[in-house]
C-alpha cells in the first residue's frame, strides 16, 4: 500500500494561513485575495492544447505498475450558439474569436465572480468572402464539478490514462458567485510581545472548505481557458493569403488542421473541448512537488508487473539468437587459439 499524487481542491491545510496559500492553485496578495492563477498550472494547459496530452503524472514505480484514484475535477457543458448571435466574426477577416463571459460583482463589500462563460465562434471554411449564416459556428460553454476515476498504468517509461468523469454539481451561480477574498475567513492571534500564528476562524472552517473548492475549480478553469481565449485573422495582400494570432495559441493544437499552410481548417466541438479540459484536470496533480505533495491519496494498492516480449513467430526470434551465439562462440574459440 502507497501513497501517491491525486488532486484535492477542498483541502485547506492545517489551518494556518501559509498552509493554506500552499494548498491554493492561485497566489493570494496581502489581504489574501486572488492575485492569479499558478504560472505552472498555465503551462500545463498549453502543453495540453498543444500535444494533446496531459503532463506526466509522477509514479510510484521504477518501471511498470498501474493504479487507480479518484481526484477533484471539472467538466465543460457547451451548447450552440445560434447562427443570429454569430455576428461576433463581423469584422473583416476574423475567422476565430473566443472570449471570456466572467464578470465582477461586489456583494457585501467583496468583490465575487460570475457568469461563468466562456464563448467560441470560428468560420468552418476560411476565406476572404464567406456566407456567415451558412459557415459560422459557435459554441457557449459552462463549468460544472465533477469528479474523476483514473486508471493510470505505466509501462516501459510510458504512461496512459483512462478517465471515467461523474458530474457533480455547478461550483457557481449568479445567486452564490465565486469569492475573491479570505481575509474575513481567518482570526489573526496576536499579544503585546508575539504576533502569533494566523488560524482558520473554527466557526468559519465549513464555509471556507466551500468557497475555497470553488475557487480552486475556477482556476482550473482559468488556466484551461487562457490559451484557447484570443482571436485568429486570415487576410490577403497581394494575392498572398496569411493568418495572423492574437493571444490564442489554438493554432498549435490539434483543433486545427491545415490543407495549405494558409487556409486553416478548425476542428473545434464539445467533445474536444472536454477532452482537452480533461487533460489539463489530469495535469493538475504534476503542481504535486516530488519532496512534498500537496495532496496525498490514503494509502492505496498498486499492482506491480513487468514487460513480457512474445513472438507470433518463434523463428525469428531464435535466428538471431542463435547467430549471436555462433559469433560468441567463434570469438571465444579465436581467442583460445591466440594463446597458443
Not at 463571459?101 to 476560411?126: A, D, H, S, Y
Request: with cysteine.
Amino acid at each position: 500500500m502507497v501513497q501517491v499524487p491525486i488532486v484535492d481542491l477542498s483541502n485547506i491545510g492545517n489551518g494556518t494561513i501559509v498552509d493554506f496559500s500552499e494548498h491554493a492553485i492561485f497566489s493570494l496578495d496581502g489581504d489574501l485575495g486572488y492575485l492569479e492563477t499558478n504560472p505552472a498550472l498555465r503551462a500545463f494547459a498549453g502543453v495540453a492544447l498543444s500535444t494533446g496530452e496531459p503532463q506526466r503524472i509522477p509514479g510510484p514505480c521504477s518501471d511498470s505498475c498501474s493504479y487507480s484514484i479518484s481526484i477533484d475535477g471539472l467538466l465543460f457543458t457547451c451548447q450552440d450558439v445560434p447562427t443570429s448571435e454569430n455576428n461576433i466574426l463581423s469584422d473583416h477577416g476574423l475567422i476565430y474569436k473566443a472570449e471570456d463571459r466572467t464578470g465582477k460583482t461586489r456583494r457585501e463589500g467583496n468583490w465575487n465572480w460570475q457568469n461563468m462563460t466562456f464563448v467560441i465562434n470560428w468560420v468552418l471554411t476560411p476565406s476572404i468572402q464567406f456566407n456567415k449564416a451558412a459557415e459560422i459556428r459557435g459554441l457557449a460553454c459552462s463549468t460544472l464539478l465533477a469528479t474523476y476515476t483514473l486508471d493510470i498504468s505505466y509501462r516501459g517509461g510510458l504512461q496512459s490514462v483512462n478517465t471515467t468523469v461523474k458530474e457533480q454539481s455547478s461550483p457557481w451561480t449568479n445567486a452564490q458567485p465565486i469569492v475573491q477574498q479570505y481575509y474575513d475567513y481567518f482570526t489573526f492571534i496576536r499579544d503585546l510581545s508575539y504576533d502569533g500564528p494566523v488560524v482558520v476562524n473554527d466557526t468559519m472552517r465549513q464555509q471556507l472548505t466551500m468557497e475555497f473548492t470553488r475557487t480552486q475549480a475556477f482556476a482550473i478553469r482559468d488556466a484551461a481557458i487562457g490559451p484557447l481565449l484570443g482571436w485568429v485573422y486570415n487576410f490577403a495582400d497581394c494575392e498572398v493569403q496569411s493568418t495572423r494570432t492574437n493571444l490564442t495559441l489554438i493554432m498549435g493544437s490539434d483543433f486545427v488542421t491545415r490543407n495549405t499552410v494558409t487556409a486553416p481548417r478548425f476542428n473545434i466541438s464539445a467533445e474536444g473541448l472536454q477532452n482537452y479540459l480533461q487533460n489539463v484536470v489530469i495535469s493538475t496533480i504534476a503542481l504535486n512537488p516530488a519532496n512534498k505533495p500537496i495532496w496525498r491519496s490514503r494509502p492505496i494498492k498498486v499492482s506491480s508487473g513487468a514487460i513480457v516480449y512474445t513472438f507470433s513467430e518463434p523463428w525469428q526470434f531464435y535466428a538471431p539468437y542463435g547467430a549471436s551465439l555462433l559469433v560468441t562462440f567463434l570469438i571465444y574459440g579465436v581467442g583460445i587459439w591466440s594463446l597458443y
